[in-house]
C-alpha cells in the first residue's frame, strides 16, 4: 500500500482512504493504481466482508488530478480514461457490500466513485458536482452517465451533467443521491455501525442480493425473476441458511460462515 491510501482491516470491514488531504484527494495515477490493487485484493480476500471507501482531510475527493490532463496521443487517453474506470467497475462487481463515507466535495470522479457504491452515508454540510462540461469535456465522464441517471432520474440528471452546478447535502438527499446525511460528528459511527450490520450477513446472501440489484438495472423482468430463482435456490441449499432458521427458531444471533 503507498501513502496515497491508506488501508486498515478489522473485523472483516476493510477501510481503505485516499490520503492525498492537500490535494483534497484528487486522484493521480499513483492513487488509481494503488485503489485498483486494495480493490483486487479485496474481492478476492474471504476474511473481507465489508469496504468502506472514505477520504483523509477535508473532502472525500475533488475528482482527477487536474495536473494529469497534459498533452497526450489519442491512444494514450483511451488507455487512461479507461483506467480510471477500473475502480468503479471493480466496486460495482465485486460481490461485497461496499459503503462511501463522504464529507466535503464530492466533485467529478469522487462523486463517480461514490454512486458506484452500495451505500452512500454524508455528512450534511456535504456538496456534489460533475463539473466536467467547465473543463470542455463530456459531462458522463467517471461514470456519471450511466450512475446519476439510474439513481435520481433523467431529469435531475441531465441538470448535474449538463450545467454542472453543485447540489447541497439536503438536495442530495431528498432526491436519492446519497443514502443518508448526518452530523459530519456522527458519521463514522453511523458508517461504522452499517459496515458491522453488513458484515454479520452470510456473505453469499450478499453477494447474490448485490448482483440481483446492479443486474435488474439493465435487464427486463423475466431475466430478473430467472436469477432470483437461481439465487434463492442456491441459497437454499447453504449452510448459512440452515444457520440463520435454526438461530430464528432458537431467538439468537446466527453465526454465517460463508457456506
Known amino acids: 500500500m503507498t501513502d496515497t491510501l491508506k488501508s486498515e482491516q478489522r473485523d472483516g470491514v476493510l477501510r481503505l482512504t485516499l490520503n492525498r488531504p492537500d490535494k483534497l484527494n484528487a486522484i493521480d495515477e499513483a492513487l488509481l493504481e494503488a485503489l485498483i490493487e486494495a480493490l483486487e485484493r479485496a474481492g478476492r480476500d474471504p476474511g473481507t466482508r465489508v469496504i468502506v471507501l472514505a477520504g ?84 458522463c465522464d467517471m461514470s456519471a452517465g450511466y450512475f446519476l441517471p439510474r439513481l435520481i432520474g433523467l431529469g435531475r440528471a441531465t441538470d448535474m451533467m449538463m450545467t454542472a452546478r453543485v447540489v447541497e447535502a439536503a438536495e442530495a438527499e431528498a432526491i436519492g443521491l446519497v443514502t443518508r446525511i448526518l452530523p459530519e460528528a456522527d458519521l463514522d459511527a453511523a458508517v461504522d455501525a452499517l459496515a458491522e450490520q453488513q458484515a454479520g450477513f452470510a456473505p453469499r446472501t450478499t453477494a447474490f442480493t448485490k448482483a440481483a440489484i446492479r443486474r435488474s438495472l439493465d435487464r427486463d423482468m423475466a431475466a430478473e425473476f430467472d436469477y432470483e ?28 460462515t460463508g457456506t
Request: glycine residues 10%; contains cysteine; proline residues 4%.
Open 56 to 139: 483523509a482531510g477535508a473532502s472525500f475527493c475533488a475528482g482527477a488530478d487536474i495536473g494529469q490532463m497534459i498533452e497526450r496521443t489519442p491512444a494514450d487517453w483511451d488507455r487512461i480514461v479507461d483506467r480510471y474506470l477500473d475502480p468503479i467497475r471493480l466496486i460495482a462487481g465485486m460481490g461485497k457490500p461496499v459503503i462511501a463515507r463522504l464529507h466535503g466535495n464530492v466533485f467529478g470522479g469522487g462523486l463517480g466513485l461514490a454512486m458506484a457504491c452500495d451505500f452512500r452515508i454524508a455528512s450534511d454540510t456535504t456538496r456534489y458536482c460533475a463539473p466536467f462540461v467547465k473543463l470542455a469535456l463530456a459531462g
Open 229 to 256: 430463482i437461481f439465487a434463492q435456490v442456491q441459497c437454499l441449499q447453504s449452510a448459512d441458511h440452515r444457520e440463520g432458521v435454526a438461530a430464528f427458531r432458537e431467538r439468537r444471533k446466527p453465526v454465517f
